[in-house]
């Protein structure tokens, strides 16, 4: 399994571009989740998908938009990028085991709005 | 709303010695908490978890109980290693799946020999 696989590893935006990170696993896992990574931040929530067809906002889906179409796959789309929203991007996705759900993260997207 | 609150870093510890990583939360119903680690420039990762009040997670020599009369996930570990060196988060489910998870901003934990 190649697990939770994100492209691009770095982007570049002007401001006002749009934009789609792409993240696919291939673990058949249902659940699958963004974040936003900022220094002294933490990880923040941005959308979350609890099946195909099915999502949810998070703490911070404001110039954020998802689908999910299949199991594998859940795009994250910037429709009008900010300086704001430079930073880390961490897809995720999770699956049942034991009492809990465990998150499988991936390497991340490192996006730059100027 | 639901929150976490971790102790501010830097820690800096020599090796072997005991590390407490403070970790309290608010939420509504009960959550599932977690800790997650974050080595230099990788993703993150499940260090351990606990689903129910009074469980204890662990692993890799890390402990951590979940307290719910004091809303709180504290980490320890008995003798770190430099290897130990990392960013620590600690996280609470906001649904039953552990899919949504609200983090706290992050431990840095430095380890010299």
């Known amino acids: 399994n190649a697990g939770v696989t994100q492209t691009p590893k770095f982007q570049v935006l002007k401001t006002g571009q749009s934009m789609t990170l792409q993240c696919a696993q291939d673990?058949?896992?249902?659940?699958m989740s963004w974040y936003r990574q900022d220094p002294g931040m933490g990880l923040r929530l941005i959308h979350y998908?609890?099946?195909?067809?099915?999502?949810d906002q998070g703490e911070v889906p404001n110039g954020y938009n998802v689908s999910r179409s299949t199991t594998e796959d859940f795009p994250l789309r910037l429709l009008s990028a900010a300086p704001s929203q430079t930073s880390v991007y961490f897809c995720?996705?999770?699956?049942?085991?034991?009492?809990?759900?465990?998150?499988?993260f991936g390497p991340g997207t490192r996006l730059t709005v100027t | 709303g639901n929150s976490v609150t971790q102790m501010e870093g830097p820690v800096t510890l020599s090796e072997e010695a005991f590390l407490t990583i403070n970790c309290t939360y608010t939420?509504?119903?009960?959550?599932?908490l977690f800790w997650y680690v974050q080595y230099p420039g990788e993703g993150l990762q499940l260090l351990l978890k606990?689903?129910?009040?009074?469980d204890k997670g662990s692993n890799k020599g890390f402990e951590a109980t979940y307290r719910k009369e004091t809303t709180s996930f504290h980490l320890e570990k008995g003798s770190v290693q430099v290897s130990d060196s990392a960013v620590y988060f600690c996280?609470?489910?906001?649904?039953?799946?552990?899919?949504?998870?609200?983090f706290g901003k992050g431990t840095t934990l430095s380890v010299s020999s």
């Open positions: 606990a689903t129910k009040a009074d």
């Open positions: 673990m058949n896992h249902e659940y």
């Open positions: 939420a509504t119903g009960y959550p599932s």
């Open positions: 996280a609470l489910s906001l649904n039953q799946a552990g899919t949504a998870l609200i």
């Open positions: 998908s609890v099946g195909a067809g099915i999502t």
């Open positions: 995720a996705s999770s699956y049942q085991q034991g009492g809990g759900y465990e998150q499988y």
